[in-house]
């Protein structure tokens, strides 16, 4: 191992403190001393940080014992002194000297911090899966990552030395070179191959200057495979997507039901007691009762109250839609099935599903939902696979089932199956009481909604809303005291203004003849209602309806709703 070059340094200004931090990181120098005559000098303070010894006499400077004293003054009275003062066997480097060695160190640290981003830079060019090339200003191709070799089959021996202006004439190299313009999604083929590529090229520039040129390009068929990765990746988050929107929690508990007469207390009690069981629920009353909204409570109070609660309404999926909404198909099982999809009954799995307007199933379904509550399993549509469920069953309707099941239109196990609870719902007209508390919570929260502080109605306005007879009953209810508040200036709700919403009904009992002028949301209420007189409530009624109405059962279904 050789041994260290024993330096000492005098003149701790700029130029030494300079030399001293150069020398200091060199392995095989040792700093014996550092002299100035201020103690204060750059070089002596940081010579005492660093431990080395520093004087401020030139005497006790030369009686170290050094191979080389560097001096850094430039004072020819100081170099003449240690020419007297120093050993014979010591050197002595002047400034001019010294400095030059400072500057070959520091290049050469340069040199080799280059080297060390060199090869940083090809351990990042080799790594990245796109193929790049590059080329000087004359055309030839100075260097080309694994990548290109990959893609194009060409080797890098083969590629290097050879001119891009020939190899490759039209491609994005070629042009950026020519034009010293960045080339942006060039589709061409590499040349000396028939690899389809799209490119990126743009000009190196160097003391501003074009120096050079790279390209970066990828094979169509990597993008292609990409596309079709993201599409596959699309594919699966809109599936997903559609099936969180499907699933969903109960909206309603036991507190949001308002009511005090003694049949509807009596019904609020009833469903208490059946959320705290797994019975299966039939709810019965007139549209517009509350139906969806005690059985949103029940599921709230019941242990399932953390699972989903999904809804179906019966009357509103086509019916050749119905067994796939409600089970389920698989991938190719009819036209149209380009997926596997999940139906309600497999979202609501250890939850509860709502089966809304019951009583407009067809017969077939009634047998596949009878197995179902039976056995708790079923087959997808086109599928062989039996799929397990653990689902509470909640059903509603309008209609008279037992009348059904007589006339042959409503299977009688799947009636008694449903009604293992029954709640009855009173239309609003047999408890007129609780209307005045309904009004109230209505306007507290639509004050939330429309930013309005009505503080409630006046006597006269109360006294029309307990003398109507609500045919839509709460449902109906709540859509005239919306309009109402939509239209209120006030913090009071008058007669005036409800006398205007609801008079087609006093119409009605009055029988005032079409022929009359009337409103024309007034008429297409009374055609509504007519049209359903006579052609009734049933699926088939509804759909002669909107038939002769001319417009879609959607939107009958939609207008029925604000009746």
């Given amino acids: ?64 014992k050094m191979q080389l004293i560097i001096e850094a003054t430039g004072l020819s009275e100081v170099q003449q002194r240690i020419e007297k003062l120093k050993s014979c066997d010591t050197s002595v480097m002047e400034a001019e000297g010294a400095n030059l060695m400072m500057h070959i160190i520091e290049e050469k640290e340069k040199l080799s911090e280059i080297k060390r981003l060199q090869g940083k830079l090809d351990a990042i060019l080799n790594s990245v899966q796109e193929a790049i090339e590059v080329a000087g200003t004359d055309g030839i191709i100075r260097y080309v990552n694994p990548a290109f070799s990959r893609v194009s089959g060409i080797s890098a021996q083969q590629r290097i030395g050879q001119n891009i202006f020939e190899v490759s004439s039209d491609g994005a190299l070629a042009r950026t070179l020519r034009t010293h313009e960045p080339i942006f999604a060039h589709r061409a083929k590499v040349g000396g191959c028939n690899v389809e590529v799209v490119s990126n090229a743009s000009p190196i520039i160097v003391d501003g200057k074009i120096d050079a040129g790279v390209v ?3 094979p169509l068929t990597d993008i292609y495979k990409t596309m079709e990765q993201l599409q596959a990746s699309n594919q699966v988050i809109t599936e997903l997507q559609s099936r969180i929107n499907q699933i969903s929690t109960s909206s309603f508990t036991f507190d949001d039901i308002l009511g005090s007469h003694p049949n509807f207390v009596h019904s609020i009690n009833l469903a208490r007691k059946a959320a705290k069981n797994n019975s299966t629920v039939l709810i019965l009353g007139e549209s517009g009762t509350g139906k969806e909204l005690f059985a949103h409570a029940i599921h709230s109070a019941s242990s399932r109250r953390d699972k989903p609660f999904i809804k179906v309404n019966c009357a509103a999926i086509p019916e050749t839609l119905l067994e796939s909404e409600f089970f389920g198909h698989e991938k190719g099982a009819f036209t149209g099935a380009i997926k596997t999809k999940m139906g309600r009954m497999e979202l609501a799995n250890c939850g509860t599903i709502f089966l809304d307007e019951i009583g407009d199933m067809n017969p077939y379904l009634q047998s596949k939902l009878l197995r179902v509550i039976q056995d708790m399993e079923f087959e997808r549509v086109g599928g062989t696979q039996t799929i397990k469920v653990d689902v509470r069953v909640i059903a509603a309707t309008n209609r008279d089932l037992r009348e059904m099941v007589k006339q042959g239109n409503f299977r009688e196990d799947l009636f008694y199956r449903l009604n293992v609870v029954e709640l009855r719902l009173p239309p609003l007209r047999q408890h007129k009481e609780d209307i005045p508390a309904y009004a109230r919570s209505y306007i507290t929260k639509l004050n939330r909604k429309f930013g309005k502080q009505v503080v409630g109605m006046n006597t006269q306005a109360e006294q029309l809303l307990l003398s109507y007879d609500w045919p839509g009953n709460v449902r109906e209810l709540q859509n005239v005291i919306e309009r109402a508040m939509v239209s209120v200036e006030e ?33 297409e209420k009374k055609m509504i209602r007519l049209a359903l007189q006579r052609f009734g409530d049933s699926v088939e009624g509804k759909k002669k309806a909107a038939q002769t109405l001319n417009i879609s059962l959607a939107t009958l279904y939609n207008k029925i709703k604000i009746l």
């Fill in 1 to 64: 191992m050789s041994q260290k070059v024993r330096v000492g340094i005098i003149g701790a200004g700029r130029g030494g403190t300079s030399i001293y931090k150069t020398l200091k990181g060199i392995e095989h120098v040792e700093i014996v001393m550092v002299c100035d005559i201020s103690d204060e000098a750059p070089g002596i303070v940081i010579a005492h940080r660093d431990e080395i010894q520093t004087s401020s006499s030139i005497e006790e400077f030369c009686q170290q």
């Fill in 216 to 218: 970066v390009f990828q």
């Fill in 491 to 523: 913090d009071i709700i008058t007669l005036k203004q409800l006398m205007s919403l609801i008079e087609i009904n006093v119409g009605d009992r009055s029988e005032k003849k079409i022929g009359e002028l009337m409103a024309l949301d007034v008429l």
